[in-house]
């Protein structure tokens, strides 16, 4: 009698999941989408009914107050999931996920989704490995909004943004992120980051240079008393 052949599975790997082996084990449920630029993938009150996984481009995650306050709270790059509160009780959307570019997005339905986590455990490690660094990040967010001022707040993240200190590379901030987008982000005022903006450029910690560039000496400013 033949052993059967063993199932593939996920390889693990340091920072983003395997995007064809994950595809390949959902199977039935997902969609690949071919998304615009400014095009919004959910609104904020939509039905909570599915998990994304960014293949390629960068999706920003905003939220409007009661009183029509607008903020962004987040930007997901390539390897990122959003939307994975429909996996508990969530019901509703409580943000709304707009592309920032030509963008290539999974969607996979929740029946989907818990049944590749159910199914596949090194895929549940990984997801699981995923969310608790999402939630580290979210939980340093909400010190660095505490605790530091905004100029500090916005130094952290353009380091963030240009993944400055990974692999020791410099990278760009994404080129036509608004001064708005920013000023959201932080929680300040556009006239506020364009001051310090222009601060950073006159000290040499910034340049315009084929986008907006961050030089890693940026990370003088968060670590300034």
Known sequence: METPAPRKRIKKQASLFDAEAFLGVVGAGKKVLKIKKDQILF????PSDAVFYILEGKVKLMVVSPQGKEAAV?????????????????????????SMG???????????????LHDEPTFSELFLAY???RNIRIEEDLVDQLFNSSEK????????LAHVGKEGKTELVIPKMSQETLAEMVGTTRS??????????????IDYEGGLRIHS?????????
């Open 43 to 46: 609104s904020q009150g939509d």
């Open 74 to 98: 987040a930007v997901l790059e390539r390897g990122a999931f959003f939307g994975e509160a429909c996996l508990t009780a969530q019901l509703f959307r409580i943000a709304t996920a707009i």
């Open 102 to 116: 030509e963008s290539k997005i999974v969607r996979i339905e929740k029946s989907a989704m818990v049944r590749v």
């Open 131 to 133: 969310l608790l660094s």
């Open 153 to 160: 707040r916005l130094a952290r993240l353009l380091l963030l």
């Open 192 to 205: 506020r980051v364009s001051f310090f903006l222009n601060k950073f450029k006159k000290l040499g910690l």
């Open 217 to 225: 000496s940026l990370i003088n400013v968060v670590l300034h008393d």
